[in-house]
């Protein structure tokens, strides 16, 4: 966890045992017009044994300046690798879940926020491959290979999702699974969950991960996403277990994972459904 108070811009940290792959950033500074000190207090802390991220900021500014002046900034992200173990003697399929949950509060002053969420799957190295040469994939889609999606935060809007092809509207893509609390949009709230489903092959394979939530928040602001970010996995199938390169990735959770409703059959077929209809629309356009 880090700290930062008064716009001094110390920290002091601590990482947990074993998860080398875990950080945590802050930052701040304000001065007004007049040289005097603007406040900005923020904590951000990250956890790979429950999988969590945290970071929360809030300036006080005078506006009688006319000025953003206090600027404050915490950052926290987790890494790692899953391994994964198929003994099922069939592929199975397995639920990624990452939710959000934040809120945003503006003073009367003026305002700038970059707050977001960003997931990065990656299987571009050799142990990603099982003895057949298979990878995982996403269900009824393509094999991941340096997969991104990020929610972008606001105090006025929804949550939007973005990818490297473009915003994508909340629901099932061919990769993504997005979706919005009711909450989301209004004051100042931001609430939802990026998921996906996951195609392990038989064998050994791995996949790696990488999460950031950057909450960079100015002017006369607070911007908590204290509760955010939560990665879980869902309820394993038989025959499929998963450790991973840091040792203790969700072993505060007990189990690690979470419920799977008899809906993400649902989901799943809905997933096979999107794949074959690009590919369809693919074939049309050659």
Request: glycine letters at 14%; one cysteine or more.
């Amino acid at each position: 966890m880090i700290l930062f108070n008064n716009g001094t811009g110390t920290t002091t940290a601590t990482n947990q045992p074993g998860a080398t792959t875990v950080a945590a950033f802050g930052d701040a500074n304000g001065v007004h017009i007049d040289g005097r000190p603007t406040r900005s207090t923020g904590t951000a802390s990250a956890s790979l044994d429950r999988g969590e991220l945290k970071a929360s900021v809030s300036n006080m500014t005078d506006t009688r300046f006319g000025t953003i002046g206090s600027l404050g900034r915490t950052d926290s992200w987790l890494a790692d690798t899953i391994f994964f173990t198929n003994n099922s003697g069939t592929a199975q399929t397995v639920r990624l879940n990452l939710g959000f949950d934040g809120r945003t509060t503006v003073g009367s002053g003026a305002t700038i926020f970059n707050t977001a969420l960003t997931l990065r799957l990656q299987c571009s190295f050799t142990g990603c491959f099982n003895n057949e040469q298979q990878s995982i994939a996403f269900a009824g889609g393509p094999n991941v290979g340096f997969d991104t999606i990020t929610a972008n935060f606001s105090p006025t809007r929804n949550t939007i999702f973005q990818t490297p092809d473009g915003d994508i509207p909340p629901g099932q893509s061919t990769r993504w699974l997005t979706t919005l609390n009711a909450r989301d949009g209004a004051d100042g709230w931001s609430d939802g969950m990026i998921s996906t489903f996951l195609t392990i092959p038989t064998g050994a394979t791995s996949l790696g991960f990488n999460i950031m939530l950057t909450n960079d928040c100015r002017g006369q602001a607070t911007c908590d996403f204290g509760n955010s970010a939560a990665l879980r996995i869902g309820a394993l199938p038989g025959g499929v277990s998963f450790g991973s390169a840091s040792g203790v990735l969700l072993s505060g959770l007990g189990t690690g994972a979470i419920p799977e409703p008899a809906s993400w059959a649902m989901l799943i077929a809905g997933f096979g459904l999107v794949g074959a209809a690009a590919r369809r629309q693919r074939r049309a356009a050659a």
